[in-house]
């Protein structure tokens, strides 16, 4: 199945949870804010959430601005 | 008396806020932080890029400083108010700077999206600052919309050209109640200095001390200028005149003959 990550398309084989995708990138989870289908999903709830085919997954984080 | 801001329910100590943004290193920008002695530090959010081991940048942001988001990367009112609640889902808090732009030469705001804005997230609990073109109507609107502050520009973010739109920010500041707040375009303490004695409450630098050649003493130029811009404005500045007045008596010259 497809999933966009961050507006980029990407291939996985079988259905993983929100938490497990993050893990599965390196990610620490202190510091990200992660966003499916335009919806918030808090840390917590990362877990509870096995990705479809064609969701949209938002991981963002903070940087240096103005 | 402590000459305190009053924002977003905080009494605030510093009327220097600084950005994050286009220091070298983050260390070095810790450093910076510590010099300005600042209470309120601007962040951006971005996606982050999976394949690189970034450090943390709120470890090196003093936890005694308020840390505000900033839309930017917003390109109309909804692109905004999404950004802000990504922001406070991450825990940062609920202050926000509204930046909506959609004019990548200049980086002007779009003061309509900016209120519209304002008005979703001041009714959702958010201490929102507006980033704006210094227009009289607008900041109205945003103050009667909820915002904490106004943040008018200086001149275009990042170009370091000072307060070119002095004239527009000192009618925001005779006639707006919430604090007036220069943002962007300040280029050097000097700037800052000027805002604070024309009576803004306070100023955002972070271009300027950023890419100073030494950033630390840049922190701590406009510490202390702002400082100084204050207690002038507080002090009373002296009339300005055309034609000159002699500040040394006009009698008792030598070479006045006594009859």
């Known amino acids: 199945m497809i999933l966009t990550l961050n507006g980029k398309q990407e291939s996985i084989e079988k259905p993983v949870t929100l938490d497990a995708l993050v893990t599965a990138k390196g990610l620490c989870p202190d510091k990200i804010v992660v966003e499916h289908n335009f919806s ?15 969701d949209m997954i938002e991981i963002i984080s903070f940087v240096g601005g103005g | 008396m402590e000459d305190l801001l009053t924002l977003g329910g905080r009494s605030i ?6 950005g994050t943004g286009k220091f070298a290193s983050y260390p070095l920008m810790k450093k910076a932080l510590e010099a300005a002695q600042s209470d309120i530090v601007t962040v951006a959010l971005r996606r982050v890029d999976t394949g690189s081991k970034a450090d943390n940048i709120l470890e090196y942001i003093p936890k005694s400083c308020v840390l505000m988001a900033n839309t930017s990367g917003a390109r109309n009112a909804d692109e905004a108010v999404r950004i802000a609640r990504l922001a406070k889902a991450s825990g940062s808090g609920n202050w926000i700077k509204i930046e909506v732009v959609q004019d990548n030469k200049y980086l002007l705001p779009d003061n309509l999206e900016t209120l519209k804005a304002v008005e979703i997230l001041a009714k959702e609990g958010f201490i929102v600052l507006p980033y704006m ?24 973010i990042g170009s370091n050209r000072g307060v070119k739109t002095r004239e527009l920010v000192e009618i925001l500041v005779r006639e707006i109640k919430v604090p007036v707040i220069v943002d962007a375009g300040l280029g050097s303490p000097s700037d800052a200095c000027e805002c604070l004695e024309m009576g803004c409450a306070a100023v955002l630098v972070n271009t300027a001390i950023a890419i100073a050649r030494d950033p630390v003493a840049m922190a701590r130029a406009f510490k202390e200028a702002v400082s100084a811009g204050r207690t002038a404005y507080l002090a009373g500045l002296a009339s300005s005149g055309s034609v000159a007045s002699a500040s040394s008596p006009l009698t008792g010259f030598l070479r006045d003959e006594t009859r």
């Open chain 2, 133 to 156: 073109s210094p227009d009289l109507s607008m900041a109205r609107r945003m103050q009667d919309a909820g915002a904490a502050a106004v943040m008018p520009l200086g001149s275009p």
């Open chain 1, 40 to 54: 918030i999903i808090s840390k917590e709830d990362w877990s509870k959430v096995t990705l479809k085919d064609q």
């Open chain 2, 13 to 18: 100590k510093s009327r220097l806020l600084i």
